[in-house]
T-cell receptor, first 114, second 113 residues
Framework: GAVVSQHPSWVICKSGTSVKIECRSL??????MFWYRQFPKQSLMLMAT?????????EQGVEKDKFLINHASLTLSTLTVTSAHPEDSSFYIC??????????FGQGTRLTVV | AQSVTQLDSHVSVSEGTPVLLRCNYS??????LFWYVQHPNKGLQLLLK??????LVKGINGFEAEFKKSETSFHLTKPSAHMSDAAEYFC???????????FGDGTTLTVKP
C-alpha cells in the first residue's frame, strides 16, 4: 500500500518557540492532506484540510495563525505550530489522499511543549 | 456528512477468548471503513479496511471485520485474544471521494491473563 511518512515522530520544545512537522507521500501524489490532533485519552479530531497549491481549510475552533499549514507540492505538507505553549502538547497525525484514493495515515508526531 | 459510533468505550476479555469491538457508521456516500490500533504512546497501525470489495475483510494479526450495509455496522472480531492485543482501537469512516476521515471515540481493549 501507499506510504505516508511523518517527521519527526516526537519533539520536545520550549514554550514560545515554533515547531514544524512534515508529512510526505512517498509513492503517490497527494492532492489533499489532512491534519489531525489527538489529546491524551481522546479520539483524533480533524484540524484542517489542505489541497496542493491552495490555502488550507481549518475546522471550527482551530486557529489558523497558530497552526500554519503549507502544501506546496504534491508530496509534502507541513504543519507549523507557532509560539507553542504547553496546552499545544498533543499527538499530531497527517493523512494523504490522491486522485480518488482512500486516505493513508502517517505514523504521527508527539509534541511536548515544556 | 459522515459519523461513526463505537458502541463500547471499554472491552475486557480473557486471553484466548473471542474479541468483539462494535462500530456503527453513517455516511452520505459509499464509505470506506477502517479499523486502526494504537498502542500506548505509539502511532496508528492499520488493521484492515473495507473499500467496496468483499464484505468480509481479513486484516493483520487474526482480526477481521464484516461490512453490513443493512445494519450500517462494521464490527471487528478476533477468535482468540492475545495479551499483545491490549490497546486502543479506532473505527474510521472515510469519504472515498474527499478522503476526509472521521474517527470514532475509540475502544480500549484489555486482555486479562
Amino acid at each position: 500500500g501507499a506510504v505516508v511518512s511523518q517527521h519527526p515522530s516526537w519533539v520536545i520544545c520550549k514554550s514560545g518557540t515554533s515547531v514544524k512537522i512534515e508529512c510526505r507521500s512517498l509513492d503517490f501524489q497527494a492532492t489533499t492532506m489532512f491534519w489531525y490532533r489527538q489529546f491524551p485519552k481522546q479520539s483524533l479530531m480533524l484540524m484542517a484540510t489542505s489541497n496542493e497549491g491552495s490555502k488550507a481549510t481549518y475546522e471550527q475552533g482551530v486557529e489558523k495563525d497558530k497552526f500554519l499549514i503549507n502544501h506546496a507540492s504534491l508530496t509534502l505538507s507541513t504543519l507549523t505550530v507557532t509560539s507553542a505553549h504547553p496546552e499545544d502538547s498533543s499527538f499530531y497525525i497527517c493523512s494523504a489522499t490522491g486522485w480518488n484514493t482512500e486516505a493513508f495515515f502517517g505514523q504521527g508526531t508527539r509534541l511536548t511543549v515544556v | 456528512a459522515q459519523s461513526v459510533t463505537q458502541l463500547d468505550s471499554h472491552v475486557s476479555v480473557s486471553e484466548g477468548t473471542p474479541v468483539l469491538l462494535r462500530c456503527n457508521y453513517s455516511s452520505s456516500y459509499s464509505p470506506s471503513l477502517f479499523w486502526y490500533v494504537q498502542h500506548p504512546n505509539k502511532g496508528l497501525q492499520l488493521l484492515l479496511k473495507y473499500t467496496s470489495a468483499a464484505t468480509l475483510v481479513k486484516g493483520i494479526n487474526g482480526f477481521e471485520a464484516e461490512f453490513k450495509k443493512s445494519e450500517t455496522s462494521f464490527h471487528l472480531t478476533k477468535p482468540s485474544a492475545h495479551m499483545s492485543d491490549a490497546a486502543e482501537y479506532f473505527c474510521v469512516v472515510s469519504d472515498t471521494n474527499a478522503g476526509k476521515s472521521t474517527f470514532g471515540d475509540g475502544t480500549t481493549l484489555t486482555v486479562k491473563p
